[in-house]
């Protein structure tokens, strides 16, 4: 396994990879890597010849009072991990050379960069869409694998390809859970054994709403209002937003006809989570 810290030498890379006739997939990540990480690599590997990883925590996502100067950073750790799934090459290039000085060049997939993550967190969609963009052009990948618990993320990127005319297919892997139910992610070492506990609110909600969608109902507004419900039984959760959406447009839905996203974002304490699920009244 490479570690490669410079944009040239990855470039490099990617062009020596595809030249060879193999293919490339790419998982993009901020590290602070986990089983649910793990699943895009092992995904990445079986659909690919050659897997590389990206670890860079992004700042432009990040907004001024959120957590970027403490978001986990361990790239010693990731790196035994991922050698350990047989990666082939990690990507952890500095912030000055993914953002030269003077950059003022984004990208922004108008709209639906406001919805959902975006209505709370102004921004943050347009850095992620951006740093996104500079590894797509940095790397070249055939394929780049995303989580379905960033499901906001996935349509907006999936969007930003398809209309920018990028050769990149976009692959999505399931949310891995804890046994209880919890999605994984990098900001649950943030929740102490209270919080953690409280954070189980998220899914719970999202089981509600399902099990009356299960049930025969299709209204959005009385499903919202059943998973919101939920939120009033745990004191430390602060809800930010509980939403039905079409998964593609992120668009709101009122009557489920077709496949809808149903998502959460919540604070515990102060740390913001999210979690989705998908529902489909023709499956």
Known sequence: MKLIKTINEMHAFGTATRQS????????????LHDGHLSLVRAAREKSDAVAVSIFVNPTQFGPNEDFAKYPRNLESDSKMLEREYVDVIFAPSVNDMYPAGAITWVTVEGMSDRLCGNSRPGHF????TVVSKLFHIIEPDTAFFGQKDAAQVAIIRRMVRDLNMPIKIGVCPIIRESDGLALSSR??????EDRKSALILHQSLLRAHTLFEGGEREAAKL??????????????????????????????????NRALIAVAAFIGNTRLIDNIIVDPNR
Do not use: W
């Not at 006739?21 to 602070?32: E, I």
């Not at 347009?126 to 869409?129: D, E, L």
């Not at 649950?188 to 054994?193: E, I, K, R």
């Open 224 to 257: 919202i209002a059943a998973g919101k419900q939920e939120f009033g039984s745990e004191p430390k959760a602060r809800l930010d937003y509980f939403e039905i959406v079409d998964p593609d447009s992120l668009e709101p839905v009122t009557t489920i006809s």
């Open 188 to 193: 649950n070492t943030y929740l102490n054994p």
């Open 126 to 129: 347009r850095g992620v869409t």
């Open 21 to 32: 006739g193999k293919r490339l997939g790419l998982v993009p990540t901020m590290g602070a």
